[in-house]
């Protein structure tokens, strides 16, 4: 199995979902149930979300095989950030990206360097 990407330099409505899109078709080329499609293209939708929303242009994406499991890789332009460690409130107004991942089953680790990279394993493998 080979790693597939994708990336944009525009935050746009119908870029972004192509984005999704060929993601899930990946997912769905490789055999997953559709619970885990959905649980994946979730997890893609909360992490992108947080991309152009805090991040910057262009932002990467991309999906490999990692062992048994699968890594999902967003990365953007921006400057870092620190992962608030505090217990997640659902009445707040951060946090909750994360959070909807975590419950997903997924492994979440942020990574520093030039720029933010959020490394999913997702919750399944083969």
């Known amino acids: ?19 999704r899109r060929s993601f899930v078709h990946e997912l769905r080329r490789l055999g997953r149930t559709e619970a885990e499609i959905s649980d994946g293209e979730i997890i893609l939708g909360e992490l992108l979300a947080n ?4 991040g910057r242009l262009p932002i990467a994406v991309e999906l490999r095989p990692s062992g048994r499991r699968w890594q999902l890789s967003v990365s953007d332009c921006g400057s870092g950030f620190v992962r608030n460690t505090l217990p997640y409130d659902p ?26 990279n959020i490394e999913v394993s997702l919750p399944f493998g083969d």
Do not use: K, Y
Request: charged residues 20%.
């Open 1 to 19: 199995m080979t790693a597939m990407s994708w990336s944009t330099g525009t935050v746009d409505s119908p870029n972004v979902r192509l984005m």
């Open 51 to 54: 991309a152009c929303e805090h």
């Open 91 to 116: 009445r707040g107004e951060r946090g909750r990206g994360f959070h909807i991942v975590e419950q997903l089953g997924a492994t979440i680790r942020v990574t520093d360097g030039a720029s933010p």
